[in-house]
């Protein structure tokens, strides 16, 4: 089975401009969720589509968005860039739908995208 | 108080050594929790998971959960120089909602040969 494809790899981008980060999720899962990871704060959580749907939202501003299609490939779009963008960001699927507050099953990650802004 | 603690080490452990590596919650509903191993510029890959209070063995990896203590913790036995990477805990609060989960900021292992 394939895993999660996450393109592109790499990104250089100026202050200002915006972005589009894509993700496959493996075949079969229906959840996809985003996150950044920075050397300072860690991974952080961004947001996370099921069904076309954005169930959860982290603590980010607006600028950040993402969505979800009907295949359950999900994009994210960064807006006006800024330096403190710069970081990995993840794509991870997994195969339930989760069911609160029973267990959920694990989050499987993409290569990432390195964004650097300049 | 952080919502998913590790020590950032680094830990340095002999090889064939076992390391013992620790994670403490503070959110006493959770009831999903994860283990990944990161490599330096790679991304975090799933080792383990556990749900139950008890221990969980998957060949040189054992995952320990302890609810009361709200702590989990991952040993690995016969510790390797490829096992030197960076090892995240990851918990689902009941309170974040579903599939947002929490992320400690790692331990740094470093395996010695």
């Known amino acids: 089975k394939a895993g999660v494809t996450q393109t592109p790899r790499y990104l250089i981008k100026t202050r200002g401009q915006q972005v589009t980060l894509s993700c496959s999720p493996i075949?079969?899962?229906?959840?996809v969720s985003w996150y950044q990871q920075t050397p300072g704060q860690g991974l952080q959580f961004l947001f996370e589509?099921?069904?076309?749907?954005?169930?959860n939202k982290g603590n980010f501003p607006g600028r950040f968005s993402g969505r979800q299609f009907s295949n359950s490939r999900s994009e994210m779009n960064v807006s006006t860039l800024e330096l403190g963008d710069s970081a990995l960001y993840l794509c991870?699927?997994?195969?339930?739908?989760?069911?609160?507050?029973?267990?959920?099953?694990?989050?499987?990650f993409g290569n990432g995208t390195r964004l650097t802004v300049t | 108080q952080k919502e998913v603690e590790q020590n950032s080490g680094p830990l340095s452990v002999p090889e064939g050594a076992i390391a013992s590596l620790n994670c403490t919650y503070s959110?006493?509903?959770?009831?999903?929790f994860f283990w990944y191993r990161q490599y330096s510029g790679k991304s975090p890959e799933l080792i383990m998971f556990?749900?139950?209070?008890g221990d969980k063995e998957d060949g040189r990896f054992t995952a320990q959960l302890n609810k009361a203590s709200q702590y989990v913790s991952l040993l690995i036995r016969d510790s390797q120089p490829s096992d030197s990477a960076t090892y995240l805990c990851?918990?689902?609060?009941?309170?974040?909602?579903?599939?947002?989960?929490?992320f400690g900021t790692g331990t740094r292992l470093k395996v010695l040969a």
């Open positions: 991870a699927s997994s195969s339930t739908p989760g069911r609160t507050p029973g267990p959920n099953s694990p989050l499987h």
């Open positions: 075949s079969g899962h229906r959840s």
């Open positions: 589509y099921f069904s076309e749907t954005q169930r």
């Open positions: 959110d006493r509903g959770s009831q999903s």
């Open positions: 556990i749900y139950s209070n």
């Open positions: 990851a918990v689902n609060p009941p309170t974040s909602g579903t599939y947002k989960y929490i």
